[in-house]
């Protein structure tokens, strides 16, 4: 079992930056791949970032390929989401996700384990 802690979502405007954390329980970290997903009000859950267990690849979404960075430390049971360049249709709760497999995924379905979210909104 893994209990994934979502932190650092807050309100920006147009173009500010935000770095999102998730925190992970349990020894095995290291053997998940790890996801950021978002959700608007209205619309179904989407990929944002994907990085493989070791952090030596990495996936992301079109709308935010060069503007969202995508990290982890194993040491500390952390991944990171770094948003630049932030645009008013970013906003939504961010969603952090692990998955008992080393490579990375981008659907939902694909992951076991799912934290409670951070919201993330974006001022023009």
């Known amino acids: 079992q893994v209990h994934l802690v979502e932190s650092g979502g807050g309100l920006v405007q147009a173009g500010g930056s935000l770095r999102l954390s998730c925190a992970a329980s349990g020894r095995t970290f290291s053997r998940y791949a790890m996801g950021w997903f978002r959700q608007a009000p209205g619309v179904e859950r989407e990929f944002v970032a994907a990085i493989s267990s070791s952090g030596g690849s990495s996936r992301y979404a079109d709308s935010v390929k060069g503007r969202f960075t995508i990290s982890r430390d194993n040491a500390k049971n952390t991944v990171y989401l770094q948003l630049n360049s932030l645009k008013p249709e970013d906003t939504a709760v961010y969603y952090c996700?692990?998955?008992?497999?080393?490579?990375?995924?981008?659907?939902?379905?694909?992951?076991?384990?799912w934290g409670q979210g951070t919201q993330v909104t974006v001022s023009s």
């Open positions: 996700a692990a998955r008992q497999l080393r490579i990375v995924a981008i659907t939902p379905y694909e992951y076991d384990y």
